[in-house]
């Protein structure tokens, strides 16, 4: 069975960092596109960044602060946040294809509190 399980968030100051993972597990032929999104408390799930064989692509909002890398070895996507914010709080959640197929982890919770 193909899953995606995210790890890595928690309780973090202003300005500090976090790195978030996600493992992909099960059989997988192949990796494509890989994406993180988040979702605060009533607000719409935002696409924060993608990571593909061509590149990276960042949301305006965390351009220059969150930097998207992947382990095709491991099979494993991070994201590592720096200067974070508390309008970053949010369950932040892994999307990717695996096997031509489209896949969800079940989120991390990430709050940024003083």
């Known amino acids: 069975q193909v899953q995606l399980v995210e790890s890595g968030g928690g309780l973090v100051e202003p300005g500090g960092s976090l790195t978030l993972s996600c493992a992909a597990s099960?059989?997988?032929?192949?990796?494509?596109?890989m994406m993180w999104y988040r979702q605060a408390p009533g607000k719409q799930r935002e696409l924060v960044a993608t990571?593909?064989?061509?590149?990276?692509w960042y949301a305006d909002s965390v351009k220059a602060r969150f930097t998207i890398s992947r382990d095709n070895a491991k099979k494993i996507v991070y994201l590592q946040m720096n200067n974070l914010e508390p309008e970053d709080t949010a369950v932040y959640l892994c999307?990717?294809?695996?096997?031509?197929?489209?896949?969800w982890g079940q989120g991390t919770q990430v709050t940024v509190s003083s």
């Open positions: 990571i593909t064989m061509g590149g990276a």
């Open positions: 099960g059989q997988i032929f192949s990796m494509g596109a």
């Open positions: 999307n990717g294809n695996l096997n031509t197929h489209n896949y």
